[in-house]
């Protein structure tokens, strides 16, 4: 069965440092998403990514972040000046529509800003 | 805005016990409901998804749920837990828009 992969499974940075996460979403899917869960809390939207443009965001989603398709597999989140509390699970999900598709979901990136 | 409420943090249930997790959404339509569980350091998996039609839906490892519109509840059960069931558990909303809601989740031990 196709799988949402995601890279590194942990980051470390240092507090200020830039981070980019990587995705490869499943490859027929054209809905890509990303999730963040801090330690011991729910899982919260981030933002929604269709068609090359954002077309949902969290409050979450302020300016420190941004999202990025740059070639047909890759789906990635970057923060461009982390953090302490940006030290999070960030879950990349993709479908195949909206909203009656269920998301599939890789394994997380572990960050950690020190 | 779509939400979710799962009301039990934490249940304990013997192994071969029968579940219920509680879930409870808030919408002015029908949503999409989705349970997803979650083990310790993985990602989420999908374990089954409401859209239309029969009210009862099977899911993957022997889960089901009940979609009632009146009680605006979508709550996930099993008849016989299993040792491996332990995780965490997270009802999801999705109200045709490209964002899922999630639950604050339900994390379920199992004791032998």
């Known amino acids: 069965e196709p799988e949402v992969t995601q890279t590194p499974s942990h980051q470390v940075t240092q507090m200020g440092q830039e981070v980019i996460l990587r995705c490869v979403p499943i490859s027929n899917h054209l809905y890509f998403y990303w999730y963040r869960q801090i330690l011991g809390q729910k899982v919260e939207f981030l933002v929604s990514f269709y068609n090359n443009e954002i077309s949902e965001k969290s409050e979450i989603f302020d300016d420190q972040f941004s999202v990025e398709r740059p070639d047909g597999s890759n789906f990635t989140l970057k923060i461009r000046s982390t953090k302490l509390e940006d030290s999070a699970m960030y879950f990349c999900?993709?479908?195949?529509?909206?909203?009656?598709?269920?998301?599939?979901f890789g394994d997380g990136t572990r960050l950690s800003i020190l | 805005a779509q939400s979710v409420t799962q009301p039990d943090i934490h249940i304990t249930v013997s192994e071969g016990a029968s579940l219920e997790l509680r879930c409870n959404y808030s919408?002015?339509?029908?949503?999409?409901l989705f349970w997803y569980v979650q083990s310790p350091g993985q990602g989420l998996q999908l374990l089954l998804k409401?859209?239309?039609?029969?009210?009862l839906v099977q899911g993957i490892k022997g889960f089901e749920a009940e979609f009632k519109r009146s009680q605006s509840s979508f709550n996930l059960r099993k008849p016989s837990v299993h040792w491996s069931d332990a995780a965490e558990y997270f009802c999801a909303v999705a109200a045709g828009g490209n964002d899922m809601r999630f639950g604050a989740g339900t994390r379920l031990t199992v004791k032998p």
């Open positions: 409401y859209f239309s039609g029969d009210t």
């Open positions: 919408y002015g339509a029908t949503p999409y």
């Open positions: 999900a993709s479908s195949g529509a909206a909203g009656n598709q269920p998301q599939h």
